[in-house]
Every structure is written in C-alpha cells, then in structure tokens.
C-alpha cells in the first residue's frame, strides 16, 4: 500500500498543471457550497433571534384548569421551562386615547420566555404593584419613577355563561404603585401596545375564580421533534387541541420545512455535475498522456485494483488541499455577503457570522464525493491498459468502424477544426456539457431577475410620494382620530404639497343575513368585514384589478353599492348581485368611546342610534386586489369598498385611516422634514415615503442578484477551467500535426483560423443549448414563481444573452491567442519530432 501511496504521490507532484486545475475546481466547489451554508445558517439565526426578540422563545402555550396540572408540568423532565401566565383586562384610562395597555400576571419564566426584562426595580410581589413601560407611564401623566401612584380603570375578562347571556362587564378602579418599569419595546410602541404586569395576588382580588384563565409558557430541553412532543404531553395530560397554542414563527425558524431546502440542493447537485465532468477530463487527459506509463506498470505485475488506486489517491492528494482552501475561501465570501443581504433583510443588529460544524462535514463530504464520483471512470480505463496497448498507443483514437464516413469535397480548414473537434467525442461532450450548463443557469437565473420588476412591486405598495396611516386601524376606539382636521390642514400647507387624498375606514358587522333576489338567507353569527370609502381616483385604481361585475363611478355614488375584495388566495364570500346588511362594528367594548359626562350604560344603549344600525348594501363588483398600501387592519373576514360619499352617509365614520401626498418633486427633502417635525409629536401615526421604500427594495433586490449571480459566477468559473484544459491539452497533444500542417503549406495565419474555429465550434454549440434550455426553464421558472410573487412580469433576457455571447467569444479568442503563442514558440523540427 505504501509503493501505491508513493506512486499517487509522485503522478500528483509531477502533472502540476493537472493537479492545479483540479485543485482550483475543488476549492471553487467547497467555497460555493460552505458559503451557502454559512450564509443560510447566518440569516437562520439572526431570524431566530429577531423573533426570540419580539414575539419570545417558548415552544407552546397550554390553557390549564388547575394548580396541579401546572405543578406536574414544572416538574417534567422534558421541560427546561414552564411559567404561568393570567389575563387581568384592558385599561380604559382616558388618557391612553388609542394605546392599548393590557393587565397581566407572569411569572418570571414567562417574562424570560417573552424577553421581558426591567429596566430597574422588581417586579411585582404585592397586590397593589404594578410594573409598566416609561411611555406608557407618561401617557397616564405620570412620572417613571419608582413608587409613584396611578390610578387605573380597567375592564376584566368575562367567562363564557356570561358573554353568551351577553352581560356588560363591571369596570374595577384601582390605585397601584410603580415598582419596576420595562425595558422599551419598539415593536410595542409602533403597534400602541404595552403590557402591565401586576402581582398573581391582584389577580385573585380582583376576578372571580371562574373568569381566570390560566396559561402556562412551555420550553422544551430539546427541540428535534418538538411538536410531536409537545401533543404528546399534551395528550398525557388529557389537554385538549384547541387548548394548545404553538409558537408557529419560531417553530418554522428551528426547523424550516423540507420544500425551503429544494433550491439549495438543486444547486448543489448542479455544482457537482459540473465538477464531476471538469475533473473527470482533466484526469481523461492526464491517464491518456501516461498511457505508456500505465501499460508499464501492467508489465511490472501491478493489478487493476493497484491502478484504480492510484487514480483515487492522486484525487484524494488533490482534495487535501482543495478542501481546506475551498473552507477558508467559503468563510471570506460568506462574510461579506452575509453582511449586505442581513442590512437588507433588516436583521442586521444580529450579524454574527455563524459556521455550523454541520456546514463544514456536508461541504467538505461533498467534495470528497464529487472527486471520487468523478475518478471512478477514469480509474477504470487505467486499469485496463495492457502493455500491448500501451505500446501501441499513438496519442488518440483510431477505431476502424465497419462503415467509413467519406467525406465530401476538398478539406479545408472550416472541416479540419470541426472534424478536430470530435477527434474524442467523451471529452468534447463532457466539456460542452459544463459550458452548457453554465450558461443555462446564467441564463435561467437572469430570466427571473429581469422579471422581477421593482416598480410594479412598489406599486402595490406606495404610488404616492407619501403615505400617512393612522393607528386607529389597529385599535379602533370610535372617536380617536391622529389625522385630524387640523393635522391634514397642517399637511395642505407645507410649501411642496401638490394634492393630499383621504381614505376612510371603519370595521363593520355582518349578521350573516344575505338577501338575494329571490330569497332570504339567514345565519346566527356575526362576522366582521374591513370597509372603505374611496374618492373617484381610487375608485378608478379598482378597474385595473376588476375580476367580476362592472364598476359605475356614477351609481357607486348615489346607489348603495359596494365592491367585494377577493382574500390572497382569489376566493370570495359572496357574489355579484348579492345584497348584504352591514352596520358600524364595535371591536373591543372595554374600549367604547365616553367621556367624563357618559355612563357604561349610556355607551352601550348608543348601539341603537342611527350611527349603527344596519343598511343594505348591493355588491356590484370584485376585485381580486386592493389599491396599493391597503393590505392593513385586523385579519377579517373579507373586505367591502364603497364611493366616499356613500361612506360618509351610511357608515358616519369621517375618521381618515390614512392620507395620501403627491408634492412638487423638486421640494422633496423640505416636505419630508416638515411631515417628520409634524409627525414626531405624534406617536399614533405611522410615515411611509416612496423614495425610501423604493431604496429599500432596491437594495433587496440588490442583494438577491449578489447572491444569484455569485453562485453563476463560481459554476461558470468551474466550466472555464474544463474548457481551458480541454483546449490546451488537446492542442498541444496535437503539436506535431500542427507542425505537419504548417510543412505543407499552412501559415501562422491558417493555423490560427483553425483554432479559432474550433473554439468557434465549441462556443457556437454550447450557447445553442444554454440560450435554448435556458430560455425554456427560465420562463418555467418565471410561471412558478409568479404564482406566489405578484410583482413578476416576463421580459425576455436579451442583454445577458449578449453578455454570454460576448464571453463565450472573447473566452475563445483569448484561450487560442494564448496557445498559439506558446506553438510558435517551437520551429517546424520542433513540433513534428515526437516527444518522448
């Protein structure tokens, strides 16, 4: 073993150009695939960590009923944590106006699962603690400091006897003390949520035991089958589905779906065909060079399995130091791009560079395979190389075939490079087959980025300069209003403002009754539905996305007609023509508008005024799509759109949910910094600006095509090298012809014709099948992925065509330019005498 380990040593020292092209291709394969896998284990953590952030880390939720259910889940041996979490009620404080402030009691492994933490003092042991955000705490015009009195109104929870009798819940006065104050959330104070914590104690005093709802936060210790594990302590426990909440975010971060692994395999085994006939040439090349050798060793006894291992231990030799170097280059290009694409995912605060052990085995096995794969059919032929063969061998093929192709008419040098061409038909295929490939895939990969268009995704975003939303879409309290009379006149006067359009909204009750033309549907529960009013530019905006029916700006405005939304998947509630009866909803009834001279029950009993009472709408239209920016709002059960003068009449909410800015292009800046100093004094609404979502996606899109081209580029880079070998080891095997050639007549000039036709032949070949593969599986692609992504339109990728064009050729020229000055090197003598 130790001679055949010598042997493979000294054939990988002395084929030095041998060993470096394949080296190169090994450190091009690793580097690819680790940077890929680094880069997807980057992004994976920082996405896992973004979540652990805002939403938290627990695995599920329980709903339990008792002390003993939550004592046997602390002491499972499965769980690393488990908390205990109870709801108290919503504040209805006067102050809060829309910011929402939940009361609650967890425990501290809950508020360590939610990432809760305090900014100072403790949190709460007694019942008359409470622990709050600064913010909110301000809000309540009080100072953030420890000890300081509030006085909270709040509306608890009722149980479910209570609200199927449809009984109002009591409002509980309360005073507390600030004993600890939260760390600041800025996903809290973007939605105009917070969260007070107050004392299990206070929870007690204050409902009664049949309205307390007990949670408990699970953490399992380890999390490689974590659902099934999490119903099956469920189910040891007698804990129903549908008290079982999973962290469903953070679930598909720790484990994403097998689907989301497709494109990454697809490229690996691209990348490992593409290497397999690189390195299985450069080894055809180099046995058929040593084919005297080979047959030598034969002589001297050495069996076929001896010879096999000599050709996998040169390739092992080659990996050795390909790998490693393909790892360390991997890391490079895995750092500067991991990088860039976080800072556009928004995830950059969490760019930490991160190298899974896993990564480096996977990549480096893959490598490992790709080699060996590669070297089997090689191997082979050494090993059946005979002495007689070997002696015979004159350099290439010479098989006489029972029917001789005849050629017609003079050879001429356009016949010679082709016939020269097919002289092996292995080799040629294999190299055409890299080049191919990589110019398929440039090709695919270009078709879909061409079509992803930028503008047409801003589109369904923002086409004003400016977009202003308020907050009340979230929570809406009925009589809040951020964008106010005064705020839009303020709007209107900033130098720069062209037109500002108001858009109204409100959330409104269907009692499940549809009144068709010939009959009465009637159900038993109430749904609740999204409802615009829109002016005549917005109405027209519809047209565009009309999927059913007609729409009349002329009857929307005087007739009671309203147009339907189909949801994301293009399916819808009711149709065409059906009439529906719709009334003002009131989304959360702890949050019923009142002021100082209004009593609980004079709030309720104003359900039956006129602002709310049912009208009857008919349904002219759908769209499958709303206007841009509009995909906003509570996760209802569909979306209606009326004219705003129909709005206006029947809904009786002028409340604006958002404002949109068209301005003087040229004053952008100025307007932009008076919307800021506006808006900066109010927290409940919520600025988007054309110009910066635009540079966003850019820089999105920017991103993708760094990614996308990157790993082309690597794949293509691979195909060169299995060209340059081809080209240059097959030329100068046929040094002596060319030699002969020229001492029959030929010039420098003819000899250059010759190759450059050859590599004509071959660039000629391999762009027909990339262009014509490649356009195909491309728009493949495209209708794939625009089933998903709406912002896709197909545009034929000319420009990356004649960019490939343009490489095949100049590759071709360079390549032979360089062989032909290394063959003129050497005299007549020189080439036509034999080597040795």
Known sequence: MNSISNLAKKNFKRNKIKSLLVIITIVLTTALLTSMGILCATIKNANIKDIEDTIGNYHCIFSIQNDKQFQTLKNNVQLEKAGEYMYLGNCNNKELGVNRLELRYMDKNVADLNNIKLEKGQFPQNSNEIVLNKWIIEKLNKKPKLGEKIHLSFIPPISKEEEWENKKPNVIEKDFAICGILKESEEEKKYNTSKGLVSKDAIYKS????????EIYLRFKDDKNITKDIYSL???????????????????????SAGNLIPFIIIGLILMLVAIAVIYNIFCVSISQKIQAFGLLAALGSTRKQMRKVIIIDGLYNCIIGIPLGLLLGYGLSYFICGFVMQSLHVGKYFVINVPFSVIIVSS???VVTVVIALIRPARTASKISPIEAIRFSGYKTEIKKKEKKISGDINMKKLSYLN??????????TLFSLSMSGMIFIIVSSVIFSMDINLNLKEDIQNDFLISSSHIIKDNGIVNPLNEDFIKKVKNIDGVTKVQKVNHSYVWFDNVVLSKNDTKVASSKECFNFYGFDDEMIDKLKDNLSLGEISLENLKNKNEVIL?????????????????????????EDLPQNENQTLDEIY????????????????????KNVEGLDMGLDTNGTFIACEDIFNRTIKDNRPIQIRIDIQKAKYEGVKASLKNIIEKNEEIVYKSYVETREDLQSQFKSTNIICYGVVSIIALIGMLNLINTRI???????NEMGMIEAIGASNKDISKMLQLEGFYYSFISLVVAVGFGLGIG??????????????????PLIPIIILISMFVLLQIIITYLIQRILNKNSIIDKIRVNE
């Open 234 to 256: 469920a189910d040891s426990m007698n804990i129903l589905r549908k008290d079982i909440m999973l962290n469903k975010f953070y679930l598909n971060e720790l484990h994403p």
């Open 565 to 589: 939304v189909a949801n994301h998947k293009g399916k819808y509630k009711f149709n065409v023509g059906d009439k529906v009866l719709l009334k003002k909803a009131k989304l959360y009834k």
């Open 421 to 430: 061409l097919w002289r092996n038909k292995k080799r040629t295929l294999m």
């Open 365 to 367: 096995l893959v490598s």
């Open 729 to 735: 080891t097959g030329i100068m095997a046929r040094k």
């Open 779 to 796: 728009y493949l692609c495209f209708r794939l992925i625009k089933k998903t992504a709406t912002y896709m339109i197909y545009r034929f």
């Open 207 to 214: 409902l009664d035991k049949k309205n307390i709802d007990r």
């Open 605 to 624: 009993d104003k359900e039956n005024d006129n602002n709310y009472k049912f009208n009857e709408y008919k349904i002219v239209a759908i769209v499958d």
